[in-house]
């Protein structure tokens, strides 16, 4: 299998589709009063169907997680909390931006310059490649465990 790309040549213009796809799920196609009247729509609407999922299929052959990079709205619009979530990623103060977790990034961000992003799908892969181990998991609740432990001991 040959070795997949990770990205287009205008990767971050193209990230601004899945915003697009975004406002026609959300705002056009509920607030739109076009129903068509013809007998033919359907066939329109099939080709349509086709021709995306064709393109989808094929470009996932030689690019890494087009759908999720570049259209998928759901992954945009849970993005989005990625800065308020109970689940994130913190940096450490050993952190020596050598670059392994962007290395191994598989939708081409740099985790140690925004670990939080809204283009993360919180794969962990930065976590596991990292070799001195600066980026970690954290959840509310244990951040909180340890605030309480640490003001008991005090």
Excluded: A
């Amino acid at each position: 299998m040959p070795k997949k790309f990770k990205d287009l040549p205008h990767d971050k213009q193209l990230r601004y589709l899945k915003y697009f796809v975004l406002v026609l799920v959300i705002v056009y196609i509920p607030t739109s009063q076009y129903i068509p009247d013809t007998y033919g729509w359907w066939l329109g609407l099939l080709i349509f169907k086709i021709t995306t999922f064709s393109l989808i299929f094929i470009s996932s052959l030689f690019l890494l997680r087009p759908f999720c990079k570049y259209l998928c709205p759901i992954g945009l619009f849970l993005g989005f909390f990625n800065k308020i979530s109970l689940y994130k990623y913190r940096k450490k103060d050993n952190c020596n931006t050598c670059g392994f977790c962007k290395r191994d990034c598989k939708m081409s961000l740099e985790p140690f310059k925004d670990f939080n992003s809204i283009e993360c799908i919180r794969c962990g892969r930065c976590l596991k490649k990292c070799p001195r181990k600066s980026l970690k998991e954290e959840y509310f609740y244990v951040k909180k465990k340890e605030e309480e432990e640490k003001n008991k001991q005090s």
